[in-house]
């Protein structure tokens, strides 16, 4: 079975595939294939269900594949490959399937499935004139563009990263609570944008981010080096409003860091004839 797909973009296509022996006694023909849902999916994905995956090359909304190199004789290997549409709303899902003999059974459901890792972006078209804001779906990571921060019209982008799809190592002692990539282009050259003329505020809000493994002071923003090592940008946290909020003039890929409780200083006041326990 091919590898799980994972950092696509919304709607974007990417082909799989899956070796299956035949265990039985008669040949596979053309109408051996992959059917969609299985026992194992939610309550929305049971056999022959219409597909959310389903891509324009599909046999059917809940047929993707015949199995290739047909007759497939007994103690051979057929393969199914074919092509699966990601869902436009990022998240993690699963795309069940198990194979059928059309038009006479279906055959063993073990539970056949491809995780799909969909990345959270965002896209959005900012005028010089008026300024705005562009965040993430789910407002975790905002960027605030004031009034004639650039010349032109620009496309801002913000995609999450995971530590893998950074391809780097955090910082030292430190977990990463969020990755993401910011860019920039011109809409009239297409040309990606070097800097901006004023500063522009980017505001990570953790109100709905797990961050109990960290010391919530602790958390600071950091944008990559071209060496693959990270820069503190000055930021300011603020615990209240659970939001850390860092100004900025070019755009980066960016990471907020925080370290493990279990490695944060503590103090302690001793006076004499205190036993002080660790």
């Not at 965002?122 to 010349?151: H, M, N, R, Y």
């Not at 820069?231 to 960016?254: C, D, G, M, R």
Request: net charge negative; aromatic share 12%.
């Amino acid at each position: 079975q091919s590898a799980y797909p994972s950092g696509m973009k919304p709607g974007e296509v990417v082909g799989v595939w899956v070796d299956i022996k035949n265990i039985g006694s008669e040949s596979w023909g053309s109408n051996v294939r992959l059917g969609t849902g299985s026992q194992y999916g939610n309550q929305n994905q049971k056999r022959d269900y219409s597909s959310e995956f389903a891509n324009s090359d599909w046999l059917s909304p809940n047929r993707p594949v015949a199995v290739s190199g047909t007759p497939i004789a007994p103690g051979q290997t057929g393969r199914f490959q074919f092509n699966i549409k990601v869902p436009s709303i990022s998240g993690t899902y699963k795309a069940y399937f198990t194979p059928v003999v059309d038009g006479v059974t279906w055959m063993q459901d073990i539970g056949l499935y491809w995780q799909i890792t969909v990345q959270k972006e965002v896209a959005k078209e900012v005028a010089p004139e008026i300024g705005d804001k562009v965040s993430l779906p789910d407002q975790s990571v905002t960027i605030e563009i004031p009034f004639e921060a650039t010349e032109d019209k620009i496309i801002t982008r913000i995609v999450e990263k995971t530590m893998e799809q950074i391809t780097t190592k955090p910082i030292a002692g430190g977990v990463l609570i969020k990755g993401f990539d910011a860019n920039a282009f011109f809409v009239s050259t297409n040309e990606p944008i070097s800097g901006f003329k004023k500063e522009v505020s980017i505001v990570f809000n953790y109100s709905g981010v797990d961050i109990s493994a960290v010391d919530e002071t602790s958390l600071k923003l950091y944008y990559l080096l071209d060496n693959g090592g990270w820069q503190e940008v000055p930021s300011e946290l603020n615990t209240y409003l659970k939001q850390l909020t860092a100004k900025i003039t070019h755009f980066s890929t960016y990471a907020v860091f925080g370290i493990p409780k279990s490695f944060t200083k503590k103090e302690y006041v001793v006076q004499a004839g205190d036993t002080l326990k660790l």
